[in-house]
């Protein structure tokens, strides 16, 4: 059989190595100028010159982001269903309240329309997600938010690089959190980044660092969230990498797109007018027997796959206790129907030709 397709595979190379290696004769490895220099070049590369704070995780971005705009107990914050439990765990963690919203069924993102239906007297922000790396409807949340009085955040973990309308993810919300997960568009090692306002910047940098600035003047109640400069040093050089990993992601988009058109029974993902598309995960609906599929791909074709995700958020034990009974129908559509293939971009021609032929065969034995 032919060698296995990883549904995802990061790419670390040489100079990652190095740049590691400086950091550790330097003796010099906790949080420092490789974290200072990661947040400047992140902010110009990514965000149109936003400011950045570098955390340890993607989550810790989320956690820290929301608690230094003002989230806490008696708030409600809408969130999404349909995405990494990290988005709603984070709002949980502030003594705020997720409130769980369908999705639009075109690209996965939270519907501004059901955003709109959810809003109470208690909701104090929005926190949708660019699922996938496709930018959600930020026109439309921004006028929610303005009409309201809300405040609208991004969870954009999975869409650097991403755009709308030549507005930068990252850039719409008062604050946005990139994950550097090692499976996503970009990495170093474990990690966060935070792009936000100047106000909410400030006190993500506080929060990160037990709310000190000044050494021993602490100001409030923080964390230790900081990144080290080893990890700094690796996000450093991904940072260079990143906008040609992302032209290869979508070039083999679009390689898949044209093949899997023509395949009855397959959804290829479609793109919104004016949107940059990042492919984190290229995902594709099924109308039947989703699991067969991903079994026989994985089996006959020795081709991985993902599914994400298989459980919405409200109805995992740790968070369904905040949805009581609710329904969301195209969250349950879509967690029934969705397949994510090999996009990353270490694919080969003939990669990309075995996954084309291998998803018409299976969906073809299964009609
Ligand atoms: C990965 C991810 C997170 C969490 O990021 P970590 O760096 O793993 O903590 C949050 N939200 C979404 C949508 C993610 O994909």
């Known amino acids: 059989m032919n060698d296995f397709i990883p549904p995802a595979k990061p790419i670390i190379g040489d100079e990652e190595r190095a740049a590691v290696d400086a950091v550790l004769r330097s003796g010099m490895i906790a949080q420092g100028p490789q974290v200072k220099a990661f947040e400047e070049e992140f902010s110009a590369a990514l965000v149109q010159g936003r400011e950045c704070v570098a955390v340890n995780s993607g989550t810790?971005?989320?956690?820290?982001?929301?608690?230094?705009?003002?989230?806490?107990?008696?708030?409600?914050?809408?969130?999404?269903?349909?995405?990494?439990?990290?988005?709603?765990?984070?709002?949980?963690?502030?003594?705020?309240?997720?409130?769980?919203?369908?999705?639009?069924?075109?690209?996965?993102?939270?519907?501004?329309?059901a955003a709109r239906a959810a809003i109470t007297e208690r909701t104090a922000a929005i926190l949708p997600v660019h699922l996938y790396g496709h930018p959600y409807d930020a026109p439309a949340f921004e006028s929610i938010a303005a009409e309201h009085?809300?405040?609208?955040?991004?969870?954009?973990?999975?869409?650097?690089?991403?755009?709308?309308?030549?507005?930068?993810?990252?850039?719409?919300?008062?604050?946005?959190?990139?994950?550097?997960?090692?499976?996503?568009?970009?990495?170093?090692?474990?990690?966060?980044?935070?792009?936000?306002?100047?106000e909410i910047a400030h006190n993500v940098r506080l929060l990160r660092n037990q709310g000190m600035e000044r050494q021993y003047a602490n100001e409030l109640v923080g964390?230790?969230?900081?990144?080290?400069?080893?990890?700094?040093?690796?996000?450093?050089?991904?940072?260079?990498?990143?906008?040609?990993?992302?032209?290869?992601?979508?070039?083999?988009?679009?390689?898949?797109?044209?093949?899997?058109?023509?395949?009855?029974?397959?959804?290829?993902?479609?793109?919104?007018?004016?949107?940059?598309?990042?492919y984190h995960q290229y995902t594709i609906r099924?109308?039947?027997?989703?699991?067969?599929?991903?079994k026989a791909l994985r089996e006959e074709y020795n081709?991985?796959?993902?599914?994400?995700?298989?459980?919405?958020?409200?109805?995992?034990?740790?968070?369904?206790k905040f949805a009581p009974g609710l329904d969301l129908p195209e969250t349950e559509r879509a967690a029934a129907q969705v397949i994510s293939l090999p996009v990353?971009?270490?694919?080969?021609?003939?990669?990309?030709?075995?996954?084309?032929?291998?998803?018409?065969?299976?969906a073809k034995a299964g009609a």
């Open 223 to 278: 964390f230790n969230a900081r990144m080290t400069d080893i990890h700094a040093s690796i996000g450093r050089v991904q940072l260079t990498k990143v906008g040609g990993w992302t032209k290869k992601r979508q070039d083999n988009a679009a390689y898949l797109t044209r093949y899997l058109s023509e395949v009855d029974g397959v959804t290829p993902p479609p793109v919104a007018p004016g949107a940059v598309h990042v």
């Open 303 to 320: 081709v991985g796959s993902g599914v994400y995700y298989p459980i919405p958020n409200h109805r995992l034990a740790s968070l369904e």
């Open 60 to 113: 810790a971005g989320l956690h820290l982001g929301l608690l230094a705009a003002g989230i806490g107990p008696g708030d409600e914050v809408i969130v999404p269903s349909f995405t990494f439990a990290a988005t709603a765990n984070s709002v949980a963690l502030t003594g705020a309240t997720p409130v769980f919203v369908d999705i639009e069924p075109d690209y996965f993102c939270l519907d501004p329309r």
């Open 149 to 198: 009085g809300i405040k609208l955040f991004e969870d954009a973990a999975q869409a650097h690089g991403a755009s709308l309308q030549g507005r930068s993810v990252g850039t719409f919300g008062q604050f946005a959190m990139f994950s550097l997960y090692p499976t996503k568009n970009m990495t170093s090692g474990e990690g966060g980044m935070v792009s936000a306002t100047s």
């Open 344 to 362: 990353h971009p270490s694919l080969s021609e003939s990669d990309l030709e075995r996954i084309v032929t291998a998803v018409a065969a299976v």
């Open 286 to 294: 099924v109308e039947q027997d989703r699991d067969r599929i991903v």
